[in-house]
């Protein structure tokens, strides 16, 4: 089934002070569909964190179509993204986003909170949450008291907590050392597994080798895309590296 | 060597114009201010007006209690820019300057900003110095032209004073620099993030000094013994005010999380979650703009009342022009009859007219001097100008002589001329606003610069918070109302305070005000109206700093 669908978008940044206009995204089309686990790729400065935000309602695209469930993101308003943000959507951000005001357990809870949830509701998804990500021992306690492998996971029982239709990753290892990464990609692995669908950004080919797809950005356009398929991860891995080098000699596709 | 640190000093300064002007600013107008406190306590021209004295002993006064607290203020100013700027230090250190080299840095900079500031301060307070002698004159009651002086113990004096806050503050920054780990310069910042404790003990310490000096305030007797008690009354209030606010908040806010049900709404959720930190960061800076505010107020209302009540306090005191005291009288009808030619007499001479001549009745403090058998008061009304009866009544004065051997039992003497009267009341009451209006606007322009720095350190600390929480999902009306419900809650609780405060002060102030003959009813009035004004002008610099804060809450 059919779940987001991104349509010809393109991204104009016009500079404040009538200079010059930077084209983030040219063209880009691409279908995801539920369940499934995609990583994008691209240098920097392709345009990976513009369609992020933009699939995130967090900024307009200047032409094109984003439908999520068949809803037009490009037509709702502020008020009715933020919410849409909040039901639909989860995050996992580069440098975790995690209030500092807050404990982690109410860092978690934060989304369900704006919704509405009663406590006891919060406490009862809260819970198995907790658990799977191994942050359980740590929910009394403040961000600046946890490693940056906890906050990360912190921020992925956030991103959790409001059972969201897509979760939405900019980067998520991009702040840990390698054992927290691969942790962290063994947690997207795992609620993968449960029908968790991921769209994740990434520089990282070890990361990008977990997902099930990838989708390569270049001058604005989807440039190229590998299913992993029946592949081994190693042998995904290889394949990533290819089209990689292949991008940045100038290849064919 | 010495070229480098010197502009490295100058640009720290530029790029850290936003919190560096306004004390520089600050900086400025208080030594503006205590020159021309100096100047006007030592000009000649006043020492020589009628009460002129007495309104150089208040400024003398005035200039002592300002040099308190502006190093108190001053001090405590910089010690939080300090605290902004840690972590530019310890980026200076990673990025490979020693201690001894940002030691110079920091010098020059302290160096650089004090004395800019004190000149600035010495040359815009000489400016505004005829101006304000002008200003003082007025309120005495006395015309003058603007006069151009400058006064050489002023300055030296000011030298004095800010010379020694400047080496108080180059030894604590320096000292502030030194005692500093490098991690902790970096993580300066982190660290106010752990969550407040509740501290019983200090709330109830607070309470109970905040009960013990509103008792003492509402529960004094003795009129004269008021105003020394005012002092104590107000020492147990500041420290209960800052305990209070320190404590109580806190300790409020934990109830409201600590109910589950009630926090983990949309409603209090964020608010209360971030005004526990904002309360944390900035309780003391609370507690100081209600204390100033309350000294404001405070100020203002006496002095407000005591130039109101002036009139009233000149009619009771010397009901008539001119007061004749006749003592060892015998027959006061012919001291009267006398009295009224010598009178006529003298009027006759300047050129007015006398329009009545009557035994007055002896005041209170005549009554407490044991007083000679037969004395009497007389008073006489004349119409003209405040002068010409200025003249008469020396002229009476002279003919005293003349009376005392015509009457031999009779003594005349002209107890008060009423310019001379007049005068030294109006030297005082026109002193009390004069000093009043004066601290005022230095209390005034401190408030201002607290109320600044509040909305600044909390406008970075809130940019972060309003970009993550737009992004899990509050639209951007959302999060800006959280923040305003929150600014606004932490900037009028000093000021709903301060109006506690001076509810409960205004009896002592109607006490005190009371040995200077003024009536209640104008205590009260100045004190409704000070307030409302004072209200309106917290509220404009609400709103302007507000300016600043949202300016950088919603910078890209
Ligand atoms: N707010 C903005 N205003 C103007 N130009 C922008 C803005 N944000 C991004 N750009 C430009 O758009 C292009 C794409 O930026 P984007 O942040 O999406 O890249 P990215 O692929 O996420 O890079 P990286 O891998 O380094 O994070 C860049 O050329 C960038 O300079
Ligand atoms: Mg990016």
């Known amino acids: 089934m059919e779940l987001l669908k991104v349509e010809q978008v393109q991204k104009i940044y016009t ?60 037509r709702i308003s502020e008020k009715k993204a933020a919410k849409f943000r909040r039901e639909q959507l989860g995050f996992v951000f580069q440098d975790f986003n995690l209030l500092d005001t807050l404990s982690v357990k109410d860092n978690i809870l934060l989304p369900m909170v704006l919704s509405g949830f009663s406590h006891k509701e919060m406490i009862s998804r809260l819970k198995p949450i907790a658990a799977r990500l191994h942050i359980t021992e740590l ?30 990753a900019d980067e998520p290892t991009g702040a840990l050392d390698s054992h927290a990464a691969m942790q962290l990609l063994e947690v997207f692995g795992e609620i993968n597994q449960d029908g968790q669908t991921i769209l994740m950004v990434t520089h990282s080919t070890e990361a990008a080798s977990h997902a099930k797809r990838v989708l390569f950005i270049k001058d604005g356009i989807v440039y190229h895309q590998i299913y992993r398929g029946d592949r081994s991860r190693e042998e995904m891995y290889q394949m990533i590296t290819n089209v990689l080098t292949a991008i940045a000699t100038g290849g064919e596709r | 060597m010495k070229e480098l640190y ?56 005035g200039a002592l209690l300002m040099s308190l607290f502006v190093m108190i203020f001053l001090f405590y100013v910089n010690s939080f820019l300090m605290k902004q700027r840690k972590k530019e230090f310890g980026l200076y250190r990673v990025l490979g300057m020693e201690y001894r080299h940002l030691k110079r840095v920091v010098f020059y900079e302290t160096c650089l900003a004090n004395v800019t500031a004190f000149a600035a301060g010495i040359v815009a307070g000489i400016l505004f110095s005829g101006l304000l002698y002008m200003i003082l004159l007025k309120m005495l009651g006395v015309r003058s032209a603007l006069v151009f002086g400058i006064s050489g113990g002023g300055i030296i004096l000011s030298f004095f004073l800010f010379g020694f806050l400047f080496l108080l503050v180059l030894l604590y920054n320096l000292r502030q620099l030194r005692r500093l780990k490098l991690s902790e310069l970096l993580q300066a910042q982190a660290q106010g993030e752990r969550e407040p404790k509740a501290k019983k003990g200090l709330m109830v310490f607070g309470i109970v000094n905040l009960a013990i000096g509103y008792l ?43 109910n589950k049900g009630q926090y983990y709404t949309p409603r209090y959720f964020t608010a209360v979650s971030g005004l526990l930190y904002r309360m944390k960061q900035n309780a003391a800076g609370l507690a100081g703009i209600c204390v100033l505010s309350t000294m404001i107020l405070v100020t203002c209302c006496v002095s407000v009342s005591v130039y109101i009540g002036q009139q009233h306090a000149i009619r ?72 010409e009866k200025y ?21 005349f003497a002209c107890k008060q001329s009423p310019s001379d009267g007049t005068a030294s009341i109006k030297a005082t009451y026109g002193g009390f606003l004069f000093l009043g209006i004066f601290l005022g606007t230095m209390f005034m322009s401190a408030t201002v610069l607290m109320m600044y720095y ?103």
């Open chain 2, 316 to 387: 009771t005191l010397f009901p008539a022009d001119i007061m004749v005291t006749v003592s060892g009288s015998t027959n006061p009808e012919q001291d009267l009859d006398y009295i009224k030619e010598q009178s006529e007499k003298a009027a006759d001479q300047i050129g007015i007219s006398v329009e009545d001549v009557k035994l007055g009745e002896l005041s209170d403090v005549d009554k407490n001097i044991q007083l000679l058998e037969g004395t009497q008061n007389v008073e006489i009304t004349l119409s003209g100008e405040e002068k």
């Open chain 1, 15 to 74: 500079t404040r002070f009538g200079g010059n206009n930077v084209q983030a995204l040219r063209d880009i089309t691409f279908s995801i569909e539920k369940g499934e686990y995609v990583a994008i790729m691209g240098e920097s400065g392709s345009g990976k964190t513009t369609l992020l935000n933009i699939l995130a309602t967090l900024d307009q695209p200047t032409k094109g179509k984003i439908a999520l469930e068949g809803t037009d993101l490009g």
């Open chain 2, 6 to 61: 010197r502009n490295l000093a100058k640009q720290n300064l530029i790029k850290n114009k936003r919190i560096y002007v306004p004390y520089i600013l600050a900086q400025v107008l208080m030594v503006a201010l205590f020159y021309n406190l100096l100047f006007l306590e030592g000009n000649p021209n006043i020492s020589l007006l009628p009460g002129g004295e007495t309104i150089q002993q208040m400024l003398a006064y």
């Open chain 2, 216 to 258: 003492i305030a509402l529960f004094v007797r003795n009129i004269f013994a008021s105003l020394p008690w005012f002092f104590v009354a107000a020492v147990f209030v500041v420290i209960g005010t800052y305990a209070l606010f320190t404590a109580g908040s806190i300790i409020f806010l934990k109830k409201i999380k600590a």
């Open chain 2, 391 to 411: 003249e008469c009544s020396k002229l009476l004065e002279l003919n005293q002589d003349d009376s005392s051997h015509t009457y031999a039992l009779a003594h």
């Open chain 2, 454 to 556: 509040k909305q600044i350190s909390e406008g970075y600390e809130d940019r972060k918070r309003y970009v993550i929480m737009k992004k899990v999902g509050m639209s951007a009306d959302e999060v800006k109302e959280s923040i305003q419900t929150q600014v606004l809650l932490v900037f009028f609780l000093p000021l709903a305070m301060a109006s506690v405060h001076i509810l409960v002060a205004l009896k002592i102030m109607i006490k005190i005000c009371g040995i200077l003959s003024i009536g209640w009813g104008t205590v009260l009035l100045s004190t409704i109206g000070t307030v409302l004004v004072f209200g309106a002008i917290y509220i404009g610099v609400y709103r302007q700093t507000a300016k600043a804060y949202y300016a950088i809450v919603d910078q890209q």
């Open chain 1, 139 to 168: 929910l009394e306690k403040y961000p600046y008291e946890i490693s940056g492998g906890q906050k990360q996971r912190t921020a992925i029982a956030r991103g959790l907590i409001m059972n969201p239709k897509v979760i939405l």
